[in-house]
Protein backbone atom coordinates (compact mmCIF):
# COMPACT_ATOMS: atom_id res chain seq x y z
CA UNK A 1 0.00 0.00 0.00
CA UNK A 2 1.59 3.59 -1.01
CA UNK A 3 1.29 6.10 1.43
CA UNK A 4 0.77 9.74 0.82
CA UNK A 5 1.55 12.05 4.32
CA UNK A 6 1.56 15.36 4.29
CA UNK A 7 5.12 16.60 6.46
CA UNK A 8 3.91 19.84 8.01
CA UNK A 9 2.71 22.44 5.74
CA UNK A 10 5.78 22.92 3.59
CA UNK A 11 6.34 18.37 2.77
CA UNK A 12 4.72 16.04 1.37
CA UNK A 13 6.25 12.24 2.06
CA UNK A 14 5.39 8.98 -0.03
CA UNK A 15 6.24 5.54 1.11
CA UNK A 16 6.18 3.19 -1.84
CA UNK A 17 6.92 0.12 0.48
CA UNK A 18 7.97 -0.41 4.13
CA UNK A 19 10.51 -2.95 2.75
CA UNK A 20 13.77 -2.22 1.19
CA UNK A 21 13.68 -3.61 -2.47
CA UNK A 22 15.30 -2.65 -5.69
CA UNK A 23 11.58 -2.50 -7.42
CA UNK A 24 10.66 0.15 -5.07
CA UNK A 25 14.13 2.22 -5.61
CA UNK A 26 13.62 1.74 -9.05
CA UNK A 27 10.03 3.25 -8.78
CA UNK A 28 10.84 6.18 -6.81
CA UNK A 29 13.54 7.09 -9.45
CA UNK A 30 10.98 6.83 -12.58
CA UNK A 31 8.09 8.93 -10.43
CA UNK A 32 10.73 11.73 -8.99
CA UNK A 33 12.20 11.99 -12.36
CA UNK A 34 8.73 12.33 -14.33
CA UNK A 35 7.72 14.58 -11.90
CA UNK A 36 11.24 16.86 -12.49
CA UNK A 37 10.67 16.87 -16.00
CA UNK A 38 7.09 18.29 -15.26
CA UNK A 39 8.82 21.51 -13.79
CA UNK A 40 5.88 22.03 -11.88
CA UNK A 41 5.75 25.86 -10.06
CA UNK A 42 5.93 25.56 -6.48
CA UNK A 43 8.16 22.54 -6.09
CA UNK A 44 11.47 23.31 -3.66
CA UNK A 45 12.89 19.94 -3.46
CA UNK A 46 12.83 16.22 -5.17
CA UNK A 47 14.34 13.58 -2.38
CA UNK A 48 13.92 9.99 -4.02
CA UNK A 49 15.38 7.93 -0.91
CA UNK A 50 15.63 4.07 -0.52
CA UNK A 51 11.99 2.82 -1.17
CA UNK A 52 9.82 6.45 -0.58
CA UNK A 53 10.55 9.80 -1.71
CA UNK A 54 9.89 13.32 -0.53
CA UNK A 55 8.93 17.29 -1.92
CA UNK A 56 9.24 20.12 -0.43
CA UNK A 57 6.67 22.53 -2.02
CA UNK A 58 6.18 26.16 -0.93
CA UNK A 59 1.92 25.38 -0.55
CA UNK A 60 1.54 29.30 -1.51
CA UNK A 61 2.09 28.23 -4.88
CA UNK A 62 1.34 24.73 -5.07
CA UNK A 63 -1.25 23.47 -2.67
CA UNK A 64 0.30 19.86 -0.91
CA UNK A 65 -3.28 17.84 -1.89
CA UNK A 66 -2.59 19.24 -5.44
CA UNK A 67 0.75 18.09 -5.62
CA UNK A 68 -0.47 14.69 -3.83
CA UNK A 69 -3.54 14.59 -7.00
CA UNK A 70 -0.32 14.66 -9.55
CA UNK A 71 1.89 12.45 -7.66
CA UNK A 72 -1.08 9.56 -7.64
CA UNK A 73 -1.53 10.75 -11.46
CA UNK A 74 2.39 9.67 -12.05
CA UNK A 75 2.24 6.21 -9.75
CA UNK A 76 -0.21 5.21 -12.67
CA UNK A 77 1.11 6.51 -15.61
CA UNK A 78 4.85 5.37 -15.00
CA UNK A 79 5.88 2.42 -16.43
CA UNK A 80 9.46 0.61 -15.27
CA UNK A 81 9.15 -1.15 -18.64
CA UNK A 82 10.48 1.93 -20.60
CA UNK A 83 12.70 3.05 -17.81
CA UNK A 84 16.06 3.46 -18.50
CA UNK A 85 19.27 4.88 -16.05
CA UNK A 86 22.56 6.49 -17.14
CA UNK A 87 24.70 6.60 -14.50
CA UNK A 88 28.46 5.87 -13.82
CA UNK A 89 30.03 2.80 -12.53
CA UNK A 90 32.66 4.03 -10.15
CA UNK A 91 35.42 1.70 -8.12
CA UNK A 92 35.54 2.88 -4.70
CA UNK A 93 38.95 1.86 -2.83
CA UNK A 94 38.16 0.53 0.71
CA UNK A 95 41.05 -0.03 3.78
CA UNK A 96 38.98 -2.55 5.73
CA UNK A 97 40.03 -2.99 9.61
CA UNK A 98 41.77 0.32 9.50
CA UNK A 99 43.46 1.83 12.17
CA UNK A 100 41.25 5.09 12.94
CA UNK A 101 38.04 3.75 12.43
CA UNK A 102 39.51 0.80 14.80
CA UNK A 103 40.30 3.77 16.91
CA UNK A 104 36.57 4.77 16.96
CA UNK A 105 34.89 1.36 17.71
CA UNK A 106 37.14 0.41 19.97
CA UNK A 107 35.71 3.99 21.87
CA UNK A 108 32.27 3.08 22.11
CA UNK A 109 32.66 -0.70 22.74
CA UNK A 110 29.97 0.18 25.17
CA UNK A 111 27.13 1.12 23.12
CA UNK A 112 27.80 -1.52 20.79
CA UNK A 113 25.54 -5.28 20.64
CA UNK A 114 28.93 -6.86 21.61
CA UNK A 115 31.34 -5.09 23.63
CA UNK A 116 33.56 -8.08 22.98
CA UNK A 117 33.97 -8.36 19.44
CA UNK A 118 34.87 -5.80 16.51
CA UNK A 119 31.97 -4.61 14.07
CA UNK A 120 33.53 -6.69 11.65
CA UNK A 121 33.85 -10.06 13.46
CA UNK A 122 30.16 -9.44 15.02
CA UNK A 123 28.25 -8.59 11.66
CA UNK A 124 30.49 -11.48 9.87
CA UNK A 125 28.99 -13.80 12.73
CA UNK A 126 25.16 -12.90 12.41
CA UNK A 127 25.52 -12.81 9.09
CA UNK A 128 26.62 -16.41 9.23
CA UNK A 129 29.95 -16.37 7.92
CA UNK A 130 33.07 -18.26 9.08
CA UNK A 131 35.28 -15.46 8.85
CA UNK A 132 35.50 -11.82 8.49
CA UNK A 133 37.21 -12.28 5.38
CA UNK A 134 34.60 -14.22 4.42
CA UNK A 135 32.49 -10.99 4.65
CA UNK A 136 34.70 -8.63 3.30
CA UNK A 137 34.74 -11.37 0.09
CA UNK A 138 30.69 -11.01 0.05
CA UNK A 139 30.60 -6.78 0.28
CA UNK A 140 33.54 -6.54 -1.97
CA UNK A 141 32.24 -9.20 -4.33
CA UNK A 142 28.78 -7.53 -6.16
CA UNK A 143 28.48 -3.69 -6.50
CA UNK A 144 25.56 -1.44 -4.87
CA UNK A 145 22.99 0.69 -5.97
CA UNK A 146 23.50 4.24 -4.78
CA UNK A 147 19.94 4.05 -3.74
CA UNK A 148 20.02 7.32 -1.90
CA UNK A 149 22.17 10.43 -0.84
CA UNK A 150 21.27 12.35 1.98
CA UNK A 151 21.95 12.62 6.33
CA UNK A 152 24.90 15.05 5.60
CA UNK A 153 26.21 16.29 2.03
CA UNK A 154 26.78 13.46 -0.32
CA UNK A 155 26.43 10.28 2.07
CA UNK A 156 25.17 7.30 -0.49
CA UNK A 157 23.53 4.50 1.13
CA UNK A 158 24.17 1.49 -1.54
CA UNK A 159 21.95 -1.36 -1.93
CA UNK A 160 24.15 -4.72 -2.93
CA UNK A 161 22.60 -5.80 -6.56
CA UNK A 162 22.51 -9.83 -5.30
CA UNK A 163 19.24 -11.94 -4.50
CA UNK A 164 17.61 -11.26 -1.10
CA UNK A 165 18.82 -14.37 0.27
CA UNK A 166 22.42 -12.78 -0.23
CA UNK A 167 21.87 -9.76 1.03
CA UNK A 168 23.95 -8.64 4.13
CA UNK A 169 21.97 -6.98 7.36
CA UNK A 170 23.19 -6.02 10.45
CA UNK A 171 21.98 -4.05 13.24
CA UNK A 172 22.59 0.14 13.88
CA UNK A 173 24.40 0.52 16.94
CA UNK A 174 22.39 0.34 20.42
CA UNK A 175 23.19 3.98 20.96
CA UNK A 176 24.90 5.75 18.27
CA UNK A 177 28.25 7.05 18.65
CA UNK A 178 29.50 10.55 19.11
CA UNK A 179 32.33 10.27 16.58
CA UNK A 180 32.86 8.87 12.88
CA UNK A 181 35.88 9.61 11.32
CA UNK A 182 35.62 11.20 8.17
CA UNK A 183 35.17 8.95 4.96
CA UNK A 184 34.48 5.50 7.29
CA UNK A 185 32.59 3.02 5.50
CA UNK A 186 29.92 1.54 7.72
CA UNK A 187 26.86 -0.80 7.36
CA UNK A 188 23.38 -0.68 8.94
CA UNK A 189 20.49 -2.45 7.84
CA UNK A 190 21.05 -3.71 4.49
CA UNK A 191 22.87 -0.18 3.28
CA UNK A 192 26.74 0.46 2.75
CA UNK A 193 27.13 3.74 3.33
CA UNK A 194 30.38 6.60 3.01
CA UNK A 195 30.53 9.33 5.98
CA UNK A 196 31.50 12.49 4.05
CA UNK A 197 32.50 14.30 6.94
CA UNK A 198 33.66 13.55 10.41
CA UNK A 199 30.14 13.50 12.64
CA UNK A 200 27.70 11.46 15.04
CA UNK A 201 27.07 8.04 13.62
CA UNK A 202 24.96 4.30 14.03
CA UNK A 203 26.41 1.97 11.47
CA UNK A 204 28.94 -0.71 12.23
CA UNK A 205 32.13 0.50 11.20
CA UNK A 206 33.86 -2.08 8.31
CA UNK A 207 36.50 0.21 7.12
CA UNK A 208 38.21 3.90 5.58
CA UNK A 209 37.67 4.54 1.47
CA UNK A 210 40.37 6.08 0.30
CA UNK A 211 39.00 8.73 -1.51
CA UNK A 212 36.83 11.24 -1.03
CA UNK A 213 33.11 11.58 -1.89
CA UNK A 214 32.61 15.20 -0.53
CA UNK A 215 35.15 18.35 -1.39
CA UNK A 216 34.13 21.29 -0.13
CA UNK A 217 36.79 23.35 -1.93
CA UNK A 218 36.57 21.48 -5.42
CA UNK A 219 40.07 20.51 -5.58
CA UNK A 220 39.64 17.35 -7.20
CA UNK A 221 38.30 17.07 -11.08
CA UNK A 222 35.67 14.53 -9.94
CA UNK A 223 34.39 17.67 -8.00
CA UNK A 224 34.36 19.72 -10.56
CA UNK A 225 30.99 20.45 -10.85
CA UNK A 226 29.47 19.82 -7.28
CA UNK A 227 30.97 19.42 -3.78
CA UNK A 228 29.43 15.96 -3.16
CA UNK A 229 30.13 13.02 -5.54
CA UNK A 230 27.24 10.35 -5.33
CA UNK A 231 24.60 10.51 -7.26
CA UNK A 232 21.65 8.50 -6.90
CA UNK A 233 21.53 5.23 -9.46
CA UNK A 234 25.25 5.10 -9.42
CA UNK A 235 26.68 1.85 -9.28
CA UNK A 236 29.29 1.65 -7.10
CA UNK A 237 31.84 -1.22 -6.66
CA UNK A 238 33.52 -1.53 -2.88
CA UNK A 239 37.11 -2.67 -4.00
CA UNK A 240 39.56 -3.83 -0.97
CA UNK A 241 43.00 -2.29 -0.70
CA UNK A 242 46.18 -2.53 1.17
CA UNK A 243 47.59 -0.24 3.29
CA UNK A 244 50.13 0.69 0.45
CA UNK A 245 47.49 1.48 -1.86
CA UNK A 246 45.64 3.66 0.79
CA UNK A 247 48.66 5.95 1.56
CA UNK A 248 49.44 6.19 -2.59
CA UNK A 249 45.71 7.06 -3.35
CA UNK A 250 45.95 9.32 0.30
CA UNK A 251 49.04 11.26 -1.70
CA UNK A 252 46.88 11.43 -4.71
CA UNK A 253 44.07 13.21 -3.14
CA UNK A 254 46.51 15.56 -1.46
CA UNK A 255 48.57 16.48 -4.97
CA UNK A 256 44.92 17.01 -6.67
CA UNK A 257 45.49 14.83 -9.06
CA UNK A 258 42.90 11.72 -7.68
CA UNK A 259 40.69 11.01 -10.21
CA UNK A 260 37.87 7.60 -9.71
CA UNK A 261 37.72 4.71 -12.08
CA UNK A 262 34.52 5.22 -13.42
CA UNK A 263 32.45 4.14 -17.20
CA UNK A 264 29.76 4.92 -18.09
CA UNK A 265 26.43 2.79 -18.22
CA UNK A 266 22.70 2.56 -19.22
CA UNK A 267 20.93 -0.02 -17.95
CA UNK A 268 17.01 -1.09 -17.06
CA UNK A 269 15.10 -1.75 -13.92
CA UNK A 270 14.79 -5.33 -15.37
CA UNK A 271 18.19 -5.88 -16.12
CA UNK A 272 19.09 -6.15 -13.05
CA UNK A 273 15.87 -7.68 -10.87
CA UNK A 274 15.85 -9.96 -13.26
CA UNK A 275 19.00 -11.30 -12.76
CA UNK A 276 21.08 -9.64 -9.93
CA UNK A 277 24.21 -12.06 -10.21
CA UNK A 278 24.38 -11.67 -14.09
CA UNK A 279 24.04 -8.43 -13.75
CA UNK A 280 26.85 -7.34 -11.30
CA UNK A 281 29.37 -9.76 -13.02
CA UNK A 282 28.99 -7.84 -16.21
CA UNK A 283 29.14 -4.99 -14.61
CA UNK A 284 32.53 -5.50 -13.06
CA UNK A 285 33.89 -7.07 -16.39
CA UNK A 286 32.69 -3.70 -17.97
CA UNK A 287 34.87 -1.63 -15.08
CA UNK A 288 37.41 -3.36 -15.37
CA UNK A 289 37.63 -4.16 -18.90
CA UNK B 1 32.83 47.03 9.15
CA UNK B 2 31.55 45.41 12.03
CA UNK B 3 34.42 44.51 14.47
CA UNK B 4 33.77 41.16 16.88
CA UNK B 5 34.87 42.25 20.38
CA UNK B 6 33.20 39.28 21.98
CA UNK B 7 31.25 36.49 19.74
CA UNK B 8 28.89 35.72 22.22
CA UNK B 9 27.76 32.00 22.59
CA UNK B 10 27.19 31.13 19.32
CA UNK B 11 26.43 34.02 16.94
CA UNK B 12 26.29 33.13 12.95
CA UNK B 13 25.39 35.10 9.37
CA UNK B 14 22.02 33.46 8.42
CA UNK B 15 19.75 34.69 5.82
CA UNK B 16 16.44 32.61 4.59
CA UNK B 17 18.70 29.33 3.62
CA UNK B 18 19.92 27.45 1.06
CA UNK B 19 17.30 26.06 -0.90
CA UNK B 20 17.15 23.64 -3.99
CA UNK B 21 19.90 21.34 -2.14
CA UNK B 22 17.90 18.85 0.15
CA UNK B 23 18.37 16.03 -2.06
CA UNK B 24 21.76 15.91 -2.18
CA UNK B 25 21.97 16.08 1.54
CA UNK B 26 22.34 19.30 2.23
CA UNK B 27 19.73 21.02 4.83
CA UNK B 28 18.81 24.49 4.48
CA UNK B 29 20.30 26.08 7.62
CA UNK B 30 19.35 29.48 7.60
CA UNK B 31 17.37 31.82 10.57
CA UNK B 32 15.74 29.49 12.72
CA UNK B 33 13.27 32.20 13.39
CA UNK B 34 12.05 33.46 9.96
CA UNK B 35 9.31 36.25 11.15
CA UNK B 36 12.05 37.75 13.57
CA UNK B 37 14.88 37.98 10.82
CA UNK B 38 12.10 39.40 8.41
CA UNK B 39 11.18 41.54 10.11
CA UNK B 40 14.86 42.97 11.46
CA UNK B 41 15.97 43.37 7.31
CA UNK B 42 12.30 45.12 7.08
CA UNK B 43 13.14 47.94 9.70
CA UNK B 44 16.61 48.44 8.00
CA UNK B 45 15.08 48.76 4.36
CA UNK B 46 17.57 45.47 3.07
CA UNK B 47 15.93 42.94 0.73
CA UNK B 48 14.06 40.12 2.41
CA UNK B 49 16.58 37.96 2.08
CA UNK B 50 19.72 40.23 3.18
CA UNK B 51 22.42 38.22 5.24
CA UNK B 52 21.81 39.11 9.67
CA UNK B 53 23.45 37.85 12.52
CA UNK B 54 21.51 35.74 14.73
CA UNK B 55 22.42 35.82 18.43
CA UNK B 56 21.76 32.66 20.84
CA UNK B 57 21.25 33.11 24.55
CA UNK B 58 24.16 34.88 24.98
CA UNK B 59 24.72 38.21 23.06
CA UNK B 60 28.11 39.79 21.45
CA UNK B 61 29.77 42.58 21.96
CA UNK B 62 30.45 44.83 18.25
CA UNK B 63 32.01 47.30 17.54
CA UNK B 64 30.94 49.38 14.35
CA UNK B 65 33.22 51.31 12.05
CA UNK B 66 31.22 53.28 10.19
CA UNK B 67 27.83 55.11 10.28
CA UNK B 68 24.76 52.88 9.57
CA UNK B 69 21.21 51.71 10.77
CA UNK B 70 20.54 48.41 12.45
CA UNK B 71 17.04 46.51 13.97
CA UNK B 72 17.51 43.97 16.45
CA UNK B 73 14.34 41.42 16.65
CA UNK B 74 13.45 37.87 17.94
CA UNK B 75 13.29 36.60 21.74
CA UNK B 76 14.29 39.39 24.59
CA UNK B 77 18.11 39.66 25.25
CA UNK B 78 18.25 43.60 25.48
CA UNK B 79 20.61 45.45 23.41
CA UNK B 80 22.57 48.46 24.41
CA UNK B 81 24.41 50.95 22.72
CA UNK B 82 27.64 51.79 24.65
CA UNK B 83 25.71 51.18 27.56
CA UNK B 84 22.69 52.42 27.12
CA UNK B 85 19.82 50.70 26.28
CA UNK B 86 18.12 50.27 22.85
CA UNK B 87 14.67 49.50 21.50
CA UNK B 88 14.17 46.43 19.93
CA UNK B 89 11.80 46.17 16.88
CA UNK B 90 12.98 49.02 16.32
CA UNK B 91 15.25 51.22 13.50
CA UNK B 92 18.41 52.57 15.32
CA UNK B 93 21.01 54.61 14.14
CA UNK B 94 24.82 53.85 14.91
CA UNK B 95 27.89 55.37 14.44
CA UNK B 96 31.16 54.92 13.70
CA UNK B 97 33.15 53.58 16.95
CA UNK B 98 29.48 52.81 18.72
CA UNK B 99 29.99 49.30 20.62
CA UNK B 100 26.65 47.34 20.27
CA UNK B 101 26.42 44.46 23.64
CA UNK B 102 23.42 42.87 25.24
CA UNK B 103 22.01 42.17 29.04
CA UNK B 104 21.44 38.44 29.79
CA UNK B 105 18.27 36.81 28.15
CA UNK B 106 14.48 37.57 29.18
CA UNK B 107 12.02 35.86 27.09
CA UNK B 108 13.01 33.69 23.94
CA UNK B 109 16.24 32.06 22.95
CA UNK B 110 17.34 34.12 19.66
CA UNK B 111 17.79 37.70 18.41
CA UNK B 112 18.37 38.99 15.08
CA UNK B 113 20.53 41.59 13.92
CA UNK B 114 20.28 43.33 10.24
CA UNK B 115 21.92 46.24 9.46
CA UNK B 116 21.43 48.18 6.70
CA UNK B 117 22.86 46.78 3.55
CA UNK B 118 22.99 43.53 4.82
CA UNK B 119 25.92 41.13 6.47
CA UNK B 120 28.81 41.19 2.94
CA UNK B 121 29.80 37.23 2.76
CA UNK B 122 29.98 35.20 -0.20
CA UNK B 123 27.36 32.99 -1.38
CA UNK B 124 27.77 29.65 -1.09
CA UNK B 125 25.06 27.77 -3.47
CA UNK B 126 23.30 30.96 -3.68
CA UNK B 127 23.11 31.22 0.34
CA UNK B 128 25.41 32.99 2.64
CA UNK B 129 23.75 30.97 5.85
CA UNK B 130 26.21 29.33 7.70
CA UNK B 131 26.06 25.30 7.90
CA UNK B 132 28.82 25.16 10.79
CA UNK B 133 28.92 21.10 10.63
CA UNK B 134 30.15 21.04 6.86
CA UNK B 135 32.04 24.24 7.52
CA UNK B 136 29.90 25.90 4.25
CA UNK B 137 28.64 29.19 4.00
CA UNK B 138 28.35 32.74 6.31
CA UNK B 139 31.72 33.91 7.63
CA UNK B 140 34.48 31.33 7.45
CA UNK B 141 31.70 28.19 7.37
CA UNK B 142 31.63 28.94 11.47
CA UNK B 143 30.61 30.99 13.87
CA UNK B 144 31.58 34.49 14.62
CA UNK B 145 34.98 34.63 16.97
CA UNK B 146 36.69 37.35 19.02
CA UNK B 147 38.88 39.46 16.34
CA UNK B 148 36.32 38.33 13.23
CA UNK B 149 35.96 41.98 10.90
CA UNK B 150 32.30 41.68 9.21
CA UNK B 151 32.18 43.63 6.01
CA UNK B 152 28.60 45.16 5.19
CA UNK B 153 27.23 45.33 2.16
CA UNK B 154 27.04 48.86 0.43
CA UNK B 155 23.17 49.69 0.37
CA UNK B 156 20.19 49.19 1.97
CA UNK B 157 17.35 48.64 -0.71
CA UNK B 158 15.38 51.13 0.87
CA UNK B 159 16.08 53.96 3.38
CA UNK B 160 13.75 53.74 6.62
CA UNK B 161 13.47 56.55 9.05
CA UNK B 162 15.14 56.27 12.26
CA UNK B 163 12.64 55.49 15.44
CA UNK B 164 10.50 53.14 12.98
CA UNK B 165 8.99 51.14 14.84
CA UNK B 166 6.86 47.70 14.73
CA UNK B 167 3.23 47.60 16.27
CA UNK B 168 2.81 46.14 19.69
CA UNK B 169 0.25 43.62 18.82
CA UNK B 170 2.80 41.93 15.94
CA UNK B 171 5.83 41.42 18.27
CA UNK B 172 5.77 38.34 19.56
CA UNK B 173 5.82 37.35 23.22
CA UNK B 174 7.88 33.68 24.45
CA UNK B 175 6.16 31.99 27.36
CA UNK B 176 8.83 29.43 29.38
CA UNK B 177 5.65 26.52 28.45
CA UNK B 178 4.43 26.80 24.83
CA UNK B 179 2.42 24.68 22.45
CA UNK B 180 3.47 24.06 19.37
CA UNK B 181 1.48 22.79 16.52
CA UNK B 182 2.02 19.93 14.22
CA UNK B 183 0.71 17.49 11.74
CA UNK B 184 0.53 14.07 12.67
CA UNK B 185 1.85 11.94 9.57
CA UNK B 186 4.39 10.21 7.80
CA UNK B 187 5.63 7.21 9.88
CA UNK B 188 3.10 7.89 12.76
CA UNK B 189 1.36 4.04 12.02
CA UNK B 190 4.42 2.80 13.85
CA UNK B 191 3.08 4.46 17.00
CA UNK B 192 0.85 2.54 19.12
CA UNK B 193 -2.28 4.34 19.12
CA UNK B 194 -1.70 5.14 23.28
CA UNK B 195 1.69 6.32 22.47
CA UNK B 196 0.15 8.73 19.47
CA UNK B 197 -2.11 9.85 22.53
CA UNK B 198 0.30 10.37 25.27
CA UNK B 199 2.93 12.32 22.76
CA UNK B 200 0.13 15.06 22.34
CA UNK B 201 -1.21 14.86 26.16
CA UNK B 202 2.50 15.07 28.16
CA UNK B 203 4.24 17.76 28.61
CA UNK B 204 8.07 17.21 27.27
CA UNK B 205 10.46 18.94 28.80
CA UNK B 206 13.10 20.40 26.70
CA UNK B 207 16.74 19.31 27.29
CA UNK B 208 20.23 20.47 27.64
CA UNK B 209 20.18 19.27 23.80
CA UNK B 210 18.66 21.86 22.06
CA UNK B 211 20.27 23.83 18.79
CA UNK B 212 20.18 24.62 15.36
CA UNK B 213 20.35 20.65 14.71
CA UNK B 214 17.29 19.76 16.88
CA UNK B 215 15.38 19.81 20.25
CA UNK B 216 15.90 17.01 22.33
CA UNK B 217 12.65 16.28 24.81
CA UNK B 218 12.30 14.33 28.08
CA UNK B 219 9.40 12.91 29.07
CA UNK B 220 7.22 9.11 28.87
CA UNK B 221 8.69 6.76 27.19
CA UNK B 222 6.09 6.29 23.51
CA UNK B 223 6.06 2.26 22.04
CA UNK B 224 5.61 0.67 18.68
CA UNK B 225 3.10 -1.47 17.40
CA UNK B 226 4.89 -4.72 16.73
CA UNK B 227 6.21 -6.45 13.97
CA UNK B 228 8.31 -8.03 12.01
CA UNK B 229 11.07 -5.88 11.03
CA UNK B 230 10.60 -4.98 7.25
CA UNK B 231 14.03 -6.25 5.37
CA UNK B 232 16.59 -3.30 5.37
CA UNK B 233 14.73 -1.53 8.19
CA UNK B 234 17.17 -2.67 10.96
CA UNK B 235 16.43 -3.84 13.93
CA UNK B 236 15.15 -1.40 16.60
CA UNK B 237 11.00 -1.45 16.35
CA UNK B 238 11.96 2.49 15.74
CA UNK B 239 13.64 1.88 12.57
CA UNK B 240 12.37 2.07 9.15
CA UNK B 241 14.04 1.63 6.25
CA UNK B 242 16.17 4.54 5.79
CA UNK B 243 13.79 8.07 4.60
CA UNK B 244 13.78 11.61 3.71
CA UNK B 245 13.38 13.77 7.24
CA UNK B 246 10.74 16.78 6.74
CA UNK B 247 12.90 20.27 8.45
CA UNK B 248 10.61 19.83 11.40
CA UNK B 249 9.54 16.04 11.45
CA UNK B 250 9.85 14.50 15.04
CA UNK B 251 11.27 10.83 15.47
CA UNK B 252 11.75 9.31 18.97
CA UNK B 253 14.69 6.69 18.80
CA UNK B 254 14.27 3.71 20.62
CA UNK B 255 10.84 5.36 21.93
CA UNK B 256 12.83 7.27 24.10
CA UNK B 257 13.42 11.28 24.16
CA UNK B 258 11.81 12.66 20.83
CA UNK B 259 13.69 14.83 18.46
CA UNK B 260 12.14 17.38 16.69
CA UNK B 261 14.64 18.63 13.20
CA UNK B 262 15.50 21.80 12.29
CA UNK B 263 17.39 24.11 10.26
CA UNK B 264 21.04 22.43 10.27
CA UNK B 265 19.90 18.86 10.41
CA UNK B 266 20.45 15.23 8.62
CA UNK B 267 18.07 15.06 5.62
CA UNK B 268 17.70 11.14 6.40
CA UNK B 269 17.97 8.01 8.39
CA UNK B 270 16.21 5.33 9.45
CA UNK B 271 14.27 6.46 12.26
CA UNK B 272 10.29 6.33 11.92
CA UNK B 273 9.28 9.80 11.99
CA UNK B 274 5.58 10.52 13.36
CA UNK B 275 4.39 14.44 13.07
CA UNK B 276 5.79 17.68 11.21
CA UNK B 277 6.05 21.11 12.97
CA UNK B 278 4.30 23.36 10.78
CA UNK B 279 6.49 26.53 9.56
CA UNK B 280 4.26 29.04 11.28
CA UNK B 281 5.69 27.26 14.55
CA UNK B 282 8.91 26.60 13.77
CA UNK B 283 9.32 30.68 14.25
CA UNK B 284 8.34 29.66 17.52
CA UNK B 285 10.64 26.45 18.19
CA UNK B 286 13.65 28.56 17.60
CA UNK B 287 12.85 31.11 20.70
CA UNK B 288 12.47 27.78 23.04
CA UNK B 289 15.27 27.20 25.75
CA UNK B 290 16.61 23.96 27.29
CA UNK B 291 14.35 23.22 30.57
CA UNK B 292 11.39 24.67 29.29
CA UNK B 293 8.07 22.91 28.75
CA UNK B 294 6.07 22.00 25.31
CA UNK B 295 3.22 20.30 24.09
CA UNK B 296 2.38 19.54 21.07
CA UNK B 297 -0.58 20.41 19.52
CA UNK B 298 -2.16 18.13 16.68
CA UNK B 299 -3.96 20.13 13.81
CA UNK B 300 -4.84 19.65 10.06
CA UNK B 301 -3.50 20.94 6.97
CA UNK B 302 -5.88 23.31 6.59
CA UNK B 303 -5.12 24.62 9.83
CA UNK B 304 -1.22 24.63 9.28
CA UNK B 305 -1.75 26.79 5.57
CA UNK B 306 -4.18 29.33 7.95
CA UNK B 307 -1.28 29.60 10.92
CA UNK B 308 1.25 30.14 7.57
CA UNK B 309 -0.76 32.60 6.05
CA UNK B 310 -1.29 34.80 9.32
CA UNK B 311 2.15 34.94 9.76
CA UNK B 312 2.19 36.41 6.07
CA UNK B 313 -0.21 38.74 6.55
CA UNK B 314 1.37 40.27 9.54
CA UNK B 315 4.59 40.65 7.43
CA UNK B 316 2.77 42.40 5.15
CA UNK B 317 1.12 44.67 7.37
CA UNK B 318 4.21 45.86 8.76
CA UNK B 319 5.88 46.08 5.23
CA UNK B 320 2.94 48.70 5.08
CA UNK B 321 3.18 49.85 8.21
CA UNK B 322 6.79 50.83 7.14
CA UNK B 323 6.30 52.05 3.99
CA UNK B 324 3.52 54.71 4.94
CA UNK B 325 5.21 55.88 8.31
CA UNK B 326 9.05 54.97 7.70
CA UNK B 327 10.01 56.74 4.68
Known amino acids: MIRYEYGGDEFVFVELAEEMSLEANFRGMAITRKLRERQLPGILDICPSNASYMIRVDPDQLHPDALIAELKNLEESV ?33 HQDPNSTDLEYAARINGFKSKGELIEAITGFPYLVSMVGFVPGLPWCYQMVPREQQIEVPKYVRPRTFTPERAFGFGGAFAVIYPVQGAGGYQLFGIAAAPIYDREQRLPDFKDAITF ?60 | MIHVLNPGLQTTVQ ?122 GGFEGRALQQGD ?94 LGY ?35 DLNRMAQIKSNEKVRFVSVTLEEALQARSEVKDRIAHIKQAIAENGR
Not at chain 1, 242 to 267: C, P
Not at chain 2, 53 to 82: C, D, H, S
Not at chain 2, 104 to 112: E, H, I, L, P
Open chain 2, 149 to 242: ELRVGPVARESVRVGTRVPDALIPQFAKSHEIRVVIGLCSYRLTAESKQSFLSQEWTVTPEANRVGYRFKGERLGFVPREQPFGAGSNPSNVVD
Open chain 2, 246 to 280: PIGSIQVPDGVEPIALLNDAVTGGGYATIATVISA
Open chain 1, 230 to 289: PKQGDIFRYRGITMDEYESIRKQVEDGTFRYLTKEITFTPDEVTENPQRFSENVLGRLYE
Open chain 1, 79 to 111: SLDDFEISARLVDVPVLFEDPWTHEALMRFRER
Open chain 2, 15 to 136: DQGRIGYYEIGMPPSGAMDKYSYTIANLLVGNDENAAALEITYMGPTLEFRENTVIAVTGGEIPPKINGKPIPMWETVSVASGDQLSFDFVKQGARVYLAVAGGVDVPAIMESRSTYTLCGI
